[in-house]
């Protein structure tokens, strides 16, 4: 029996009624430093990003990682204003295991519940299961983070379990990570419950 052919992930521009996924590049720094530096934004993510500097250090490592192969980043473009809003990307790509995670996402505080995080988790999960045949989509927060937990939960996610002592944040507290999952299976009624939400 052969395997089936991998997942061929490669950048991408995604558009919704809300918002548009730009592929991130070096030239997105500027927008992403004039919403992106808010402390309030970094507190669940094991890194700190607080200066222009850092934003720069923080896009060419996710650069490098989409140069392994390993990620796609993007950022979150508000489609009626033009400004970059947010931030994402898949990560932890599988590429054989027709496997990937979606994650490091922020949405500068204007934008929180506003529908701009759901329609881009609704973009991105729709590419990944109906473009690339993506069997697994995985998703993780914080163990503290209860704000996340719910919404990974509220969409239809499934808890797989806690990470106990599983990375060590910037600010040397170690997090416990819960990961969860949706399976090929399972995005029919997702999709259903991302669209009912929307």
Known sequence: MTRPDPLDVRPVTLTGRLVQLEPLSLDHVDGLCEQGLDP?????????????????VYVEAALADQARGQALPFV???RSSGRIVGNTRFGN?????????????WVAASHQRTGVNTEAKTLLLT??????GAHRVELKTD???????????????????????????ASGRV??????????????AVKARLAAMA
């Open 40 to 56: 309030a934004l970094w507190r669940w993510i094991p890194t700190c990003v607080s200066t222009p500097a850092e934003m720069q």
């Open 76 to 78: 979150i473009r508000e």
């Open 93 to 105: 790509i599988s590429a054989a295991d027709r496997r990937l995670e979606i994650g490091w996402t």
């Open 127 to 132: 590419h990944a299961f109906e473009t690339l």
């Open 175 to 188: 997090r416990d990570t819960v990961y969860f999952s949706i399976i090929d299976s399972e995005w029919p």
């Open 143 to 169: 163990a503290l983070n209860e704000k996340s937990r719910n919404a990974i939960a509220r969409i239809g996610a499934v808890q797989e379990g806690i990470f106990r002592r599983h990375m060590v944040c």
